[in-house]
């Protein structure tokens, strides 16, 4: 341990309001899924525990020019910390527990500090990368890629106490990395989801997508169902690769519009202005844009593969896109219910997002107090 981190040495805690907690995680704050998780989480944390605090490019590390391209897609970029900056906020926050988020350098650099400290280590799961080789990368690409991700995982598996996952199907895929134990976590929301007024869904439909724009999202999908159905006014929020071809799709369809990238109030003002979020992706680890739309009282159409779809408390608020199911037939089969279903689900969607929000922050404290170390 370094002299400024020996200082002050934290005292073991059994209770919340002592517990400081270090995350080290390689996303962006609030740019896709799992900035976002983080940052919400923190929101509620906060006012429940001693310090909490995000360790990630962009948040209180200075990491301009100092980062890389993703391969297959060059909007994400990878950012190389620098190691004195985080070896300097570990010696001021002297965390009782550290938890890597991403096999990035973050992540890993974040585990070897919460060794050499002596805190307690967690490492989290929220993305197959894996699984979305085959929509990036070519043969070559995705065999390092895939073998790079995969040796990160296993180190980060097999130094920590447990690894957090938000799927139960990632369960197993994390065993096989080498995971000692398994917990399967809830997703946060942000306070201002909760706290604000929510309106009724406005009549006719109003449909929208928000997310990154890229392959795995099955965006095409959003686009042909705004083809087909020109009645229905269709709104998409996000960035990502293939953005270009949904500016181009709003340009020529005249019930289609593009809103670009959206901060959180933005997601918030758009789930607002719609009926009915639709998520029909190939691959969705969890979906956190789906609970976020039943928060405002919104259903969510999503496909039957995402992860949201394993969580039985939240199916009252939840319609199911099925295997093979044209996104646009699903939707005229919903408009075919009978009148006040979407009104009825919207209620049963909120309601059903502030149980998991109650239940997930209650759950975090749980595992972090029993993994925490002095």
Request: aromatic content about 6%.
């Amino acid at each position: 341990m370094n002299q400024a981190a020996a200082l002050v040495e934290p005292e073991a805690t059994t209770r919340p309001e002592d517990l400081r907690i270090a995350f080290f995680s390689d996303a962006l704050p609030e740019r896709n899924g799992t900035g976002a998780y983080y940052h919400d989480l923190l929101g509620h944390l906060a006012p429940r525990v001693a310090e909490a605090r995000v360790v990630q490019p962009g948040g209180d590390e200075d990491w301009r020019g100092v980062s890389l391209p993703l391969p297959g897609d060059p909007t994400q970029r990878l950012a190389i910390p620098r190691a004195w900056h985080l070896r300097r906020t570990m010696a001021e926050l002297q965390p009782h527990v550290v938890v890597s988020v991403t096999p990035g350098p973050y992540g890993l650099l974040g585990a070897w500090l919460a060794r050499r400290q002596g805190c307690g280590l967690l490492s989290a799961f929220h993305t197959h990368f894996e699984g979305l080789a085959d929509l990036y990368w070519g043969p070559v690409t995705r065999r390092l890629v895939v073998g790079a991700l995969g040796g990160a995982n296993r180190h980060l598996f097999r130094r920590s106490a447990s690894v957090l996952v938000n799927n139960r199907a990632l369960a197993s895929v994390v065993r096989d990395l080498g995971a000692p134990a398994v917990e399967v976590m809830g997703t946060p929301l942000a306070r201002d989801f909760l706290a604000s007024p929510v309106s009724p869904p406005p009549a006719p439909m109003r449909i929208c997508f928000a997310g990154r724009l890229a392959a795995e999202k099955n965006i095409d999908a959003v686009l042909e169902a705004a083809r087909e159905l020109p009645s229905i006014p269709f709104f998409i929020g996000g960035d990502g690769p293939l953005r270009s071809r949904v500016e181009e799709a709003a340009a020529r369809l005249e019930n289609l519009e593009y809103r670009g990238w959206l901060d959180r109030d933005g997601l918030r003002e758009l789930l607002d202005e719609s009926s009915l979020l639709v998520l029909p992706s190939h691959q969705e680890t969890f979906g956190s844009v789906a609970l976020e739309a039943m928060a405002r009282g919104r259903p969510a159409l999503v496909a039957a593969s995402a992860g949201i779809q394993d969580w039985p408390g939240l199916a009252p608020g939840l319609f199911t896109l099925h295997p093979g199911e044209a996104l646009s037939t699903a939707i005229q089969r919903l408009r075919r219910r009978p009148a006040g279903t979407l009104e009825a689900v919207a209620g049963c969607a909120r309601r059903a997002a502030q149980r998991l929000n109650g239940d997930t922050l209650e759950q975090w404290l749980t595992v972090l107090l029993r993994h925490a170390r002095p």
